[in-house]
């Protein structure tokens, strides 16, 4: 299979969420809250100038001597609330537990599976270390779908059966390179960000919406358009996605036999007005499972806060006792456990066509389960409450990148020194630079604030200063978080490199790439003004905002006084 086959948040008023049949805590796609999408606005970016485009390298026509051997160049309805996560990163610590029964032939049938990416972009490629090793991004995904008999007695709202389903839960797993460490990345399901175009498996295309809220992109076709969301805001290469819903997350509870939890008073999550998720605890640790364990997963009204990010809170600490309790239950021997365990998981997922089959999932556990607990690093993306969205919330611009930079560049969000490997020089030896081929594109283009006009005629011309005579602005203008430098094939990655130095620009960020036909500059959001490539801020090797947790760690969630008994 490969390596890769598989703001410190203060207490936020009360956001109201509208609620029906019993069982919900918050609700979506309601009209008189403005979840339907603006007409007016465009329907995507527009790219345009010259600063854009893909130009001649070196040997494409660029006007330069080529040496031998160089290559050329709204909807409608109230929504329920889910959260079930944990159940899903329980299949990734799954093969510690269930090895000798994963490899049944027949429980590959079991597995539901669909494409990766829905999205018309292509996916970000990943850069080895010394070692030939790469992360490896797993996105994991809740579904509300109500269209089956289970999910309907489960999830209430009747108003929503066979309706379109949303991804309510969304967590990006990243195993390092090393295989040292993990970091679990959450987004709130009230995230409002760019959803881009998608093409499902029929060709139906939904077109990009500028503003809409993160959960809608998995009716856009499916978790494909859910993982090309996240691509396009993160800018990080997802390898493969892992799907469940409601019944999924009972019947793994079940098989567990149990995840304790700790509340620090007894709990009542039930509002005056019916709202609420129905979970009853009394003050102290309790194993969960069944519906309480969904119960827990979905609450937000009983803790400190109420808000969307203290449920996160409470589903980072399910997880955390989940993996402790998967790891106590592989030195099991009952095989009849074991066996509950992998067909519960079998049966609870749908995944990417990469992850098809047993011993593919397996392989991934099995790359996944030795990290030690302590090295389980989990956050939830920092944001902050939109004004132009009322209740819900926006990625906190510079915080969230950092976020994103640090899981793009394989840094451990716990602080934790990593053995990544400095890029090597390559061994190919660069052509003076009056002979090399350089197209400059801008990518300089954000939801915030646009394209910076003009940024590859700019650096174009900072290049042309250091000798770089043949390079030009080219017309193609890609979306580029970080500043990128692209070569095709390996006879001019000394050349890109030596480009990439002139410039200022990292060795960790010159990558090959089938997308280009010769060295390729790609001014990234992380690069709008000015002559000299900026430095990235000083880093405190931990997790931008204050909502983290290790999974070796325990502790109780903080009841709100008014929701005890």
């Known amino acids: 299979m490969g390596q890769s086959s598989v703001r410190g948040e203060g207490t936020r008023d009360r956001v109201p969420h509208a609620r029906t049949g019993g069982w919900e805590d918050g609700h979506h796609g309601d009209p008189s809250s403005g979840d339907t999408e603006d007409p007016a606005r465009p329907a995507g970016p527009v790219a345009s100038g010259a600063d854009g485009g893909r130009g001649h390298r070196r040997g494409g026509g660029g006007g330069g001597r080529r040496r031998a051997g160089k290559g050329g160049e709204g909807r409608t309805g109230k929504r329920r609330v889910l959260r079930w996560s944990a159940a899903v990163l329980s299949l990734l610590i799954l093969g510690t537990a269930g090895a000798g029964y994963l ?62 389903p949303l991804a309510d839960v969304q967590m990006l797993v990243h195993l390092s390179a090393d295989r040292s460490n993990i970091s679990v990345v959450s987004m709130p399901r ?25 959960n809608e992109s998995l009716d856009r076709g499916g ?26 997350v009972v019947s793994m509870a079940d098989a567990i036999g149990g995840v304790p939890v700790c509340v620090d008073k007894n709990i009542e999550s039930r509002t005056s007005d019916g709202k609420g998720s129905g979970l009853k605890l009394a003050a102290g640790t309790h194993p969960i ?23 996160a809170k409470a589903q980072h600490m399910y997880m955390n006792s989940m993996v402790r309790e998967l790891r106590r239950n592989a030195k099991l021997t009952d095989p009849n456990k074991l ?16 992850l098809d089959t047993i011993g593919k999932l397996y392989d991934v556990a099995e790359q996944l389960k030795s990290v030690p607990t302590g090295r389980i690093t989990m956050t939830t993306m920092p944001n902050f409450y939109s004004t132009r969205k009322p209740g819900k919330v926006e990625p906190t611009p510079g915080e969230a990148e950092e976020l994103f930079r640090m899981i793009r560049e394989d840094i451990p969000l716990d602080g934790k020194p990593s053995r990544r490997a400095t890029p090597t020089a390559s061994k190919d030896p660069a052509a003076p630079p009056a002979e090399t081929g350089v197209t400059v ?40 978080a970080k500043t990128l430098v692209q070569f095709p094939s390996a006879d001019l990655e000394g050349d890109a490199q030596a480009v990439a130095k002139s410039l200022g620009i990292p060795a960790a960020s010159v990558k090959k790439s089938g997308e280009v036909q010769g060295i390729t500059v790609v001014v990234g959001a992380d690069w709008r003004e000015g002559d ?20 070796d760690q325990s502790g109780c969630m903080t009841v709100d006084p008014g929701f005890t008994w």
């Not at 993982?227 to 805001?233: I, N, Y």
């Not at 519906?291 to 969307?308: N, P, S």
Request: glycine share 12%; charged share 25%.
């Open 190 to 214: 009230d995230t409002m960000l760019r959803l881009p175009e998608c093409r499902d498996a029929k060709g139906k295309v939904y077109p990009a919406r500028e503003f809409a809220q993160t």
């Open 103 to 164: 490899y049944y032939e027949h429980l590959n049938s079991k597995i539901k599976k669909e494409d990766l990416t829905l999205g018309k972009n292509g996916m970000p490629e990943h850069r080895a270390n010394a070692a030939g090793q790469t992360p490896l991004n797993i996105l994991l995904i809740g579904s509300d779908a109500r269209n089956s008999k289970a999910n309907q007695e489960l999830g209430g709202g009747r108003d929503t059966f066979d309706g379109p």
């Open 339 to 354: 066996r509950k365990l992998a067909e519960a998981a079998t049966e609870a997922l749908t995944v990417d066509k990469g």
């Open 532 to 551: 000299t490539y900026p430095k990235p801020p000083k880093s405190t090797g931990k997790a931008p905002g204050s909502n983290t947790s290790r999974a």
């Open 223 to 248: 978790p494909g358009c859910t993982v090309a969301t996240w691509v396009e805001l993160t800018g990080i290469p997802i390898d493969h996605f892992m799907m469940i819903d409601f019944a999924g």
């Open 289 to 311: 499972k069944g519906e309480q364990a969904l119960q827990w997963l979905r609450t937000r009204y009983g803790w400190v806060g109420g808000t969307d990010l203290e449920r």
């Open 441 to 480: 594109q801008n990518g300089t283009y954000t939801d915030q604030y646009g394209s910076a006009q003009g940024r590859a005629t700019t650096v174009a011309g900072l290049l042309a200063a250091k000798g770089y005579t043949q390079a030009k602005a080219g017309t193609a203008a890609p979306r580029q």
